[in-house]
């Protein structure tokens, strides 16, 4: 009977164990690797000086990971600090629950990340100190800039990409854009989605996300209430390249544009107001 007794107390005690260990820290151990790798990523920056030497010419490195060259003369200054990102890039999930995007981003094997998370009660989760690079834009391009990736912080919606985003989860993005504006300077202009960078292949935030809303709060352009006509020389292609779209492919570059700033309508053809509100926007970029 004590036997039958300590046996079911060890297995009380083996269940609280386990059980305590699952619901507190889900991600102890994903987090210990992140701290090693921040670690790792601080010691190439710290590497002591390289011995100058010379080289032959055909034998001159491309700089190394600590960007050093080994066959130049080492003078280190004394005037710098981190890099800071200076574009906010929106995402949706495409996922169905929270718990399966965090899955995502702490699994080696997705090669995918974003600095931040918000789920649809409007909690805020951050994956990655905003001065590190996040695997978040693939391949995309705005204006001149073909490696978003390194001037960019993500931001994750959780978000099926057919529901509509909750009251909570915007408002709380809002705080979250204000923060970063301020803390890194990114211009109002460089508040963009994913679809906006990678036309053709990417459509999120989709047609559902408020941009008009993100605008009034000084993150996005928007057009006006009151449009001009467009005029008849007035080329869309040359509108939309200089917004930032890439225009390689004009249809997939139009529906881009259609889905930041129509939303009800998201064809490759142009209408009237659609080009009214192109021009606008063109004119205010031109203006900058
Ligand atoms: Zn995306």
């Given at each position: 009977m004590f036997r039958y007794f300590l046996g079911y107390t060890y297995f009380i005690l083996f269940l609280l164990f386990s059980t305590s260990c699952a619901s507190k820290k889900p991600f102890a151990e994903t987090n210990k690797v992140y701290e090693k790798q921040v670690d790792s990523l601080s010691e190439v920056i710290k590497q002591p000086l390289p011995a100058p030497q010379l080289m032959a010419a055909e034998e001159?490195?491309?700089?190394?990971i600590e960007g050093k060259r080994k066959d130049l003369e080492w003078v280190g200054t004394v005037n710098f600090n981190m890099r800071k990102p200076n574009f906010v890039i929106i995402h949706h999930t495409a996922q169905d629950s929270i718990q399966q995007t965090l899955n995502t981003f702490t699994l080696s094997r997705t090669q995918v990340s974003a600095h931040y998370v918000i789920d649809k009660k409007g909690k805020v989760y951050q994956l990655l100190n905003d001065y590190l690079r996040a695997?978040?834009?693939?391949?995309s391009r705005w204006g001149s800039v073909t490696d978003l990736n390194s001037v960019s912080l993500g931001i994750e919606m959780d978000n099926n990409g057919i529901e509509p985003y909750t009251d909570a989860q915007i408002e709380n993005l809002l705080g979250l854009l204000d923060t970063l504006k301020t803390t890194?300077?990114?211009?109002?202009?460089?508040?963009?989605?994913h679809g906006d960078i990678a036309p053709g292949r990417k459509v999120d935030p989709g047609i559902n996300f408020p941009w008009k809303r993100l605008a009034e709060k000084g993150f996005g352009l928007w057009y006006d209430d009151t449009l001009q006509t467009a005029p008849t020389s007035f080329n869309p292609l040359d509108g939309l390249r200089i917004l930032g779209?890439?225009?390689?492919?004009p249809p997939e570059a139009i529906k881009a544009f259609k889905r930041h700033y129509i939303q009800t309508e998201v064809t490759d053809e142009w209408n009237p107001f659609a080009l009214d509100v192109l021009y606008n926007l063109y004119l205010k970029k031109t203006a900058l």
């Open positions: 001159i490195p491309i700089p190394d695997w978040h834009a693939g391949n890194y300077n990114i211009p109002t202009e460089n508040f963009i989605g779209y890439d225009t390689r492919n």
